[in-house]
């Protein structure tokens, strides 16, 4: 029985790494009653979307995850049964060389990024076996399509989705300190990093025919928000406005907050990895910035996911989706984009459901990867 995971993640920038290990340790400790401890070197990083972690404690346990500070000088333990080295960290070798002192040898996974690319089909499962020590570490990849190991997707997600009310939804945004919606307001929730076209989009937004709500997340691309403003800078709780454009800093919420924002808005622009995939699960039509990478690989990555949503709309809409998704990532103008994709929201709140539909068919990732570890346990 793989009972005991150890999950080791390196943050490389920014909160998706250990975002994407936080959700897997939490649902593997609470849905799957698995003995879980999480190596993280950044607590910090950490504290930002989970705020009840402590940063001066060197092991801790919140939400039935053991958390231990991932240091250099790493002390000698006894290695779990599975051991997800999340997207190719380095595991430390005094662990490696434990791992074949143990009488069952632990299951050694390596979970990648997630990508929509075709060859990901193909990589998903590999083995590669240890130069000199007799390890195996497969590769898990996450995905879209049946044949890789999905997403993650808590088991009460969108049972909670749907009972998040009206009701609900007032109590969350007074608790945020965020007014009620007036009528025939949009709400848009604005996560992204700080070469999007902000600027260029909020002045579309002001002139909208009816009122737009924004509500923006602390970080770089704030500078833009208020060179549009003409302001020097921007508190968290600040609210600005201009003709039908309204604008508020937020802070970062804990992380099953910001999934209950996403529900509550009618439209959220994302980022990176986990948010953008929180966002499917959230069934708004979304806007995703994809992290840069070198020589513009994720262009390619981002067309990839492109053709996958949009291949069962009618060709106006998937259209849409192109001509604003891409506008947002090169950093051109979004004018028209926007007003067509706007223009499609009733259209595209549908399609999200049935993507939805689709992706929930293909099980979670937690349980694909418990599914994984057992039948590679040698
Ligand atoms: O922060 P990101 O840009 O993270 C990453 C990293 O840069 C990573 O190195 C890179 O490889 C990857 O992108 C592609 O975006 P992401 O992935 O959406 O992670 C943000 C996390 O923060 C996610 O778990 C959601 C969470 N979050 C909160 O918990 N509260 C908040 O208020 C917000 C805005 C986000």
Redesign the pocket.
């Known amino acids: 029985m793989n009972k005991r995971w150890d999950i080791f993640c390196t943050?490389?920038?920014?909160?998706?790494?250990?975002?994407?290990c936080?959700?897997l340790a939490r649902q593997l400790a609470s849905q799957h009653e698995l003995v879980v401890r999480l190596w993280i070197n950044d607590l910090v990083s950490f504290n930002?979307?989970?705020p009840d972690v402590d940063l001066t404690a060197k092991q801790q346990w919140v939400q039935s995850v053991d958390i231990r500070y991932w240091q250099e000088s790493f002390i000698n333990i006894e290695p779990a049964d599975v051991v997800i080295e999340a997207?190719s960290c380095k595991l430390p070798d005094s662990y490696i060389n434990s791992m074949i002192t143990l009488p069952q040898t632990s299951v050694w996974l390596n979970l990648e990024?997630?990508s929509a690319e075709n060859w990901v089909i193909g990589c998903h499962g590999l083995a590669s076996p240890h130069p000199y020590l007799p390890l195996i570490k497969h590769f898990f990849f996450p995905g879209f399509v049946s044949g890789t190991g999905g997403l993650l997707l808590e088991q009460h997600l969108l049972i909670d989705k749907k009972s998040f009310n009206a009701l609900s939804q007032l109590e969350f945004w007074r608790h945020l300190g965020v007014p009620e919606r007036k009528e025939k307001e949009l709400r848009v929730?604005m996560?992204c990093?700080d070469d999007a076209p902000l600027g260029n989009l909020l002045s579309v937004l002001a002139t909208s025919s009816t009122p737009v709500y924004v509500l923006l997340?602390q970080g770089p691309i704030v500078n833009s928000a208020a060179v549009f403003f003409g302001v020097t800078s921007l508190e968290i709780g600040g609210v600005l406005q201009s003709g039908q454009l309204t604008v508020q800093l937020?802070?970062?919420?804990?992380?099953?907050?910001?999934d209950r924002?996403l529900w509550a808005c009618d439209i959220n622009f994302?980022?990176?990895?986990?948010?953008?995939?929180?966002a499917q699960w959230a069934t708004r039509p979304f806007i995703w910035h994809?992290?840069p990478q070198e020589n513009n690989a994720h262009q390619i990555k981002l067309d990839a996911f492109l053709d996958l949503y949009t291949r069962d709309m009618p060709s106006n809409m998937a259209a849409t989706v192109l001509a604003l998704w891409h506008s947002w990532n090169d950093g051109t103008q979004i004018k028209d984009a926007w007003l067509s994709f706007i223009a499609q929201q009733v259209n595209l709140t549908q399609h999200s459901e049935t993507w939805v539909d689709q992706l929930s068919s293909l099980g979670d990732l937690a349980s694909n990867l418990i599914l994984f570890s057992q039948e590679n346990r040698i």
């Not at 937020?250 to 910001?258: A, M």
């Not at 994302?270 to 929180?278: A, Y």
């Open positions: 943050v490389i920038d920014n909160f998706g790494d250990i975002g994407v936080w959700r930002h979307i989970a997207f990024y997630l929730s996560f990093y997340f937020i802070p970062f919420l804990e992380q099953s907050n910001y924002l994302v980022r990176g990895e986990d948010s953008f995939v929180r994809i992290y």
